[in-house]
């Protein structure tokens, strides 16, 4: 049982170009969640999903795009990385109030 | 937005000290949890406290959720240094979505 797992640990990107970070869950959750944590601002809810097919805008969500097209998997988008998006992301699941962390994947955009 | 309020920001205390920290609102949550992160993981849930005055206890660390459930308080007795951490609260506020405090950075010191 390796819970939420986080695909790559670590990346550093171009400005401008696009990549897709992967969270997997072997809980059978229906919730999953991407978030940022920068120094200082704590964890930010980028989007969200309540179920497989489903997905919703959390508090910032400008720049990135997801998709549950697995319950088990849920996957965030750059499409055009900027520099503002450097910082650790998390991804979590849950069944009820409970979440369930990631390791994180710290991002650098140069 | 809801937001919650952490203080101490910052805390450095010797082994076998004890320790309050602080998480404050000026929303209402049905519950509130208490989280751990170490440096270069995702947070750790401790706890969730559900009813206003609620008290719970996790070895030497106390949690209590204010009576209007809108603030929660985390003490530590005789301080060890694997409870060096970032300590978050989160406050549920529907749809199964957390709001996160910036955390309580805890250091014991040896």
């Known amino acids: 049982n390796a819970g939420v797992t986080q695909t790559p640990k670590f990346r550093v990107l171009k400005t401008g170009q696009s990549m897709t970070l992967l969270c997997a869950q072997d809980?059978?959750?229906?919730?999953m969640y991407w978030y940022r944590q920068d120094p200082g601002m704590g964890l930010r809810l980028i989007h969200y999903?309540?179920?497989?097919?489903?997905?919703a805008k959390g508090e910032v969500p400008d720049g990135y795009n997801v998709s549950r097209l697995k319950k088990q998997n849920f996957l965030l988008g750059l499409e055009s990385a900027a520099p503002s998006q450097t910082s650790v992301y998390f991804c979590?699941?849950?069944?009820?109030?409970?979440?369930?962390f990631g390791p994180g994947t710290r991002l650098t955009v140069t | 937005t809801q937001l919650l309020e952490q203080s101490p920001q910052f805390l450095s205390i010797q082994e076998g000290e004890n320790l309050t920290v602080y998480c404050n609102s000026s929303?209402?949550?049905?519950?509130l949890q208490w989280y751990r992160q170490e440096p270069g993981e995702g947070p750790v849930l401790l706890v969730t406290?559900?009813?206003?005055?609620e008290v719970k206890k996790l070895k030497r660390l106390t949690f209590q959720f204010g009576d209007a459930r809108k603030d929660s308080s985390l003490h530590i007795t005789a301080a060890q240094p694997g409870d060096t951490g970032l300590y978050l609260c989160?406050?549920?506020?529907?749809?199964?979505?957390?709001?996160f405090g910036k955390g309580n950075q805890v250091v014991v010191i040896p």
């Open positions: 809980m059978n959750h229906e919730y």
């Open positions: 989160a406050g549920y506020y529907g749809n199964n979505r957390l709001a």
């Open positions: 929303s209402v949550f049905s519950s």
């Open positions: 406290v559900v009813t206003g005055g």
């Open positions: 979590a699941s849950s069944h009820l109030y409970e979440q369930y």
């Open positions: 999903s309540v179920g497989e097919g489903t997905t």
